[in-house]
T-cell receptor, first 112, second 116 residues
């Protein structure tokens, strides 16, 4: 069965600092995608970044980057230069068969 | 381009009642998925529809049902409401291609259901 685990329920970071959110997963697929979604307090979930498993290079989107370790089945999200607007729940997600499997989320608070 | 629209945004029901939630996907998206979000359980998959066909269903009782119309709009229904059904119900649409990285979910703002 496919699983996604986020072991950090809550984290905080000072504005302008860097923070890393952890995610581990399990899948028997060889090629797959992984996603990080963000859910701000206003509730609408938005895509932060995605990674295709067969690509060696870690994905980067502006201040957001991932550290993808395929053998270890680890997919962490690094947020650089944290901003107050980064305060949100962050979900790691693995697409399954016509559904996504989400981790339980990490609540990130950026402190002024 | 309009986003995913969910209605109603908030609703309060009492135990035993039923509720219908609506979701209008992004134009051109043929897949609509529903998720239940609660503080204790996180995001739980309810069902997914593609071209009016249910392709997958989560582990929820038969009180939870859904359908999709020819214009890709979807509804979900919960009958005989229980207190535990209180949750944020999220709808997400996508192109629906399982193998494509373009199959990114775009979420609506959700429908917050409170059961008293």
């Amino acid at each position: 069965a496919q699983t996604v685990t986020q072991s950090q329920p809550e984290m905080s970071v000072q504005e302008a600092e860097t923070v890393t959110l952890s995610c581990t997963y399990d899948t028997s697929e060889n090629n797959y995608y992984l996603f990080w979604y963000k859910q701000p307090p206003s509730r609408q979930m938005i895509l932060v970044i995605r990674q295709e498993a067969y690509k060696q290079q870690n994905a980067t989107e502006n201040r957001f980057s991932v550290n993808f370790q395929k053998a270890a089945k680890s997919f962490s999200l690094k947020i650089s230069d944290s901003q107050l607007g980064d305060t949100a729940m962050y979900f790691c997600a693995l697409p399954g068969t016509y559904k996504y499997i989400f981790g339980t989320g990490t609540r990130l608070k950026v402190l002024a | 381009k309009a986003g995913v629209t969910q209605t109603p945004r908030y609703l309060i029901k009492t135990r035993g009642q039923q509720v219908t939630l609506s979701c209008s996907p992004i134009s051109g998206h043929r897949s609509v998925s529903w998720y239940q979000q609660t503080p204790g359980q996180g995001l739980q998959f309810l069902f997914e529809y593609f071209s009016e066909t249910q392709r997958n269903k989560g582990n929820f009782p038969g009180r939870f049902s859904g359908r999709q119309f020819s214009n890709s709009r979807s509804e979900m229904n919960v009958s005989t409401l229980e207190l535990g059904d209180s949750a944020l119900y999220l709808c997400a649409s996508s192109l629906g291609d399982r193998t494509s990285g373009a199959n990114v979910l775009t979420f609506g703002a959700g429908s917050r259901l409170t059961v008293l």
